[in-house]
């Protein structure tokens, strides 16, 4: 049975990382078309010719934009609304949660649609530009809003309720308590949610294809290419925003698995002591 399970295993890894390989293995290949599906040596030129494109570097230009505000936003917020959702009592919790959590579970075409029909009712109300920059960051704060919650709200639930007022009784004030005691307890919580939110916009397309009007992300970017003659370029960008998320999912899985250890430490300690 152990045999089969590493066959099994290994079959399950090699479906879903097999493509990727390909498409990796591909972005050096020294062809000029896709359809050639020979590797014909050894090449950086379409890296090279990445980087030399100015529509690409102007879609990286509002997609690392949109990425980083949308993530420190979200990051406030979220941290405000955990804080909020943890002094609630049960009921209360519960009922915001499942709203909280809507976003997540509804399907991504659903939000899309209703963000677009939404910026586009308030643009006719004010007289403005109805999609552009500014939907793409709204719309991208709305769907990463719930994941920053879930990373902080474990943290402050772990958290002792009695340092808060511990902090107070040895002489700091309410708000140099929350930045010196709690913010810093849930630290780990607020990183691993901004690193998720980062993660998570640069990864979206179909709610960014719905809010984006004529502003191009690298996603929407990428579908473009795929609609006409497609250029070996496609390869090596996805290389390079597959390599970006791996890394970045691996900075977030190496945190969590670091919180886990000092938690059990803490914990044997504790044991012990008593």
């Not at 939110?197 to 795929?226: E, K, P, V």
Request: net charge positive; glycine share 6%.
């Amino acid at each position: 049975m152990k045999v089969l399970s590493k066959i099994y295993t290994v079959l399950i890894f090699l479906f879903l990382y097999a493509p990727i390989v390909v498409l990796i293995v591909f972005s050096f290949n020294d062809t000029d078309t896709m359809s050639r599906s020979v590797f014909y040596g050894f090449s950086l030129r379409w890296y090279r010719r990445l980087f030399q494109d100015g529509m690409i570097l102007d879609a990286l230009k509002n997609t690392l934009i949109i990425a980083v505000v949308a993530a420190v936003v979200s990051t406030v917020l979220g941290t405000i609304a955990a804080i909020g959702i943890n002094g609630m009592k049960k009921w209360k919790q519960k009922l915001v949660m499942n709203l909280t959590n809507f976003p997540m579970v509804n399907p991504e075409i659903v939000t899309g649609v209703s963000l677009m029909l939404l910026f586009v009712f308030v643009a006719r109300q004010m007289g403005g530009a109805s999609l552009g920059m500014v939907s793409l960051i709204l719309a991208h704060i709305t769907f990463c809003l719930p994941y920053v919650i879930l990373s902080i709200l474990p943290k402050l639930r772990q958290m002792d309720a009695n340092l808060y007022e511990a902090a107070q009784d040895l002489g700091c004030t309410p708000i140099s308590a929350f930045f010196k005691v709690v913010l810093m307890e849930i630290m780990p919580g607020i990183v691993t949610g901004f690193i998720m939110a980062f993660t998570l916009s640069i990864d979206d397309f179909i709610i960014s294809y719905f809010a984006s009007g004529t502003t191009q992300t690298l996603s929407i970017y990428i579908y473009s290419m795929t609609r006409k003659r497609i250029s070996p370029e496609i390869n090596a960008l996805s290389t390079l925003m597959f390599v970006v998320i791996m890394i970045l999912l691996i900075i977030v899985n190496m945190r969590q698995a670091k919180d886990q250890r000092a938690a059990k430490k803490v914990l044997s300690e504790g044991g012990g002591t008593h």
